[in-house]
């Protein structure tokens, strides 16, 4: 079964910077892509970013444009999310989630991260 560990969430100061790091383990398996969602309290999840796992393929949320950037190592099965310019309204929690193929939807996901912007 697939482990996607995340961690490097806390609390830091508006304008401040944090990097999440997200860790995939666990038998043998093919990632399509990684991406990070977040989800405020009394909010809908929402995506922030993307990456592919092959290729130069990144995308990011309109909210985070700009600010944050999604990186990956493909020999350490991990993905990084390096978070700048940190707003208040950036508070939230934080997932990791791993894609096997084209289609469907993210197939495993991580525990969450608790991010938290103070102003």
């Known amino acids: 079964q697939v482990q996607l560990v995340e961690s490097g969430g806390g609390l830091v100061q508006a304008g401040g910077s944090l990097r999440l790091s997200c860790a995939a383990s666990g038998g043998t398996f093919r990632v399509y892509a990684m991406a990070w969602f977040r989800q405020a309290p009394g909010k809908e999840r929402e995506s922030v970013a993307v990456i592919g796992w092959s290729g130069p393929y990144t995308s990011y949320g309109d909210s985070v444009k700009g600010r944050f950037t999604i990186s990956r190592d493909n020999a350490k099965n991990t993905v990084y999310l390096q978070m700048n310019s940190l707003k208040p309204e950036d508070t939230a929690v934080y997932y990791c989630?791993?894609?096997?193929?084209?289609?469907?939807?993210?197939?495993?996901w991580g525990q969450g991260t608790q991010v938290t912007v103070s102003s």
């Open positions: 989630a791993l894609k096997k193929s084209p289609i469907g939807d993210y197939h495993y």
